[in-house]
């Protein structure tokens, strides 16, 4: 039979299945032929490869609902440690003494100028800490701003008994996302357990830095220091017990492990001049060198 350029051909061999044989101008070629035994089985094939892809499919699933419900409950938990520092804050003591403060210069025609500022401090401090109590994580600037009004309020409630300064280094990105509260702790602590022990003029500084892989935190006080050197995971504080749990959420949540250490500052005399928290924040993408 002729197909084209070439001829094809059965050849019968004896014991043997018949094979085909094409026959082109410059060489031939046999070709056998068989039914093909596994043919039937392609339709299990193709039902266990769909089990397999299922099954792979409500795997991943299974595993991004568990990340999602696991996610949401850290939110709601940061979200009831954040209440829990709100409620530490704002202190009825604290609000009453800056509202007595504020209503007794109003009473005087010359001091109504300073209680406008200072109520407009308050009135920030407020806005920040309830309105935007649903926010579990804050920029840098929101935080330092926060702060800001926070010691200005207490250095005006304590009758400027103390100083303080904000530096923050250019290179340093205001819109880094931190957890809430995360500086006020120390600036809290500063006051109570720093400036507030000692009889002279306090001072505190806080101060922000830009590595490349980190951003460094600094709090300093010139009060009596503190007894041990203590880190995060053994401080003993309750606002520090929140902090560390929060910094634990903080971690699960967005995969950035923040740590602190707490020392003394040690003056040329050797003698302890204050207390030093350092806060180390790495960053997702380090900078380039």
Request: proline residues 3%; positive net charge.
């Amino acid at each position: 039979m002729f197909e084209g350029d070439f001829v094809v051909t059965i050849k019968q061999i004896k014991g043997r299945k018949p094979v085909l044989y094409f026959q082109f101008e410059n060489f031939g070629a046999y070709m056998r032929y068989e039914k093909n035994m596994y043919y039937v089985l392609k339709y299990p094939f193709y039902v266990l490869l769909y089990l397999l892809v299922f099954s792979f499919i409500s795997l991943v699933s299974q595993i991004q609902r568990y990340r999602t419900a696991l996610k949401v409950q850290t939110q709601r938990r940061i979200a009831q440690l954040q209440m829990k520092s709100i409620r530490n804050q704002i202190e009825p003591h604290f609000t009453l003494n800056i509202l007595n403060a504020i209503g007794s210069m109003y009473a005087t025609e010359s001091d109504r100028d300073k209680a406008d500022y200072i109520f407009g401090k308050y009135a920030k401090l407020l806005r920040q800490t309830v309105i935007s109590s649903d926010k579990i994580i804050v920029t840098l600037s929101e935080e330092v701003e926060f702060v800001r009004n926070y010691l200005e309020l207490e250095k005006f409630r304590r009758a400027n008994t103390f100083r303080f300064t904000i530096e923050i280094a250019e290179d340093v990105d205001p819109g880094i996302l931190i957890p809430r509260m995360l500086i006020h702790t120390f600036a809290e602590n500063a006051i109570k357990y720093g400036i507030n022990r000692i009889p002279g003029e306090g001072f505190i500084k806080l101060e922000v830095l830009s590595l490349s892989d980190k951003y460094i935190i600094k709090i300093e006080d010139n009060g009596p220091g503190i007894y041990n050197k203590t880190t995060g995971k053994s401080g003993t504080g309750k606002g520090l017990l929140i902090l560390n749990e929060l910094i634990e959420l903080y971690r699960q949540l967005e995969r950035i492990n923040i740590t602190y250490v707490l020392e003394n500052n040690i003056n040329s005399e050797g003698r302890t001049s204050g207390t030093r928290a350092i806060v180390e924040i790495p960053l997702k993408s380090p900078k380039a060198k």
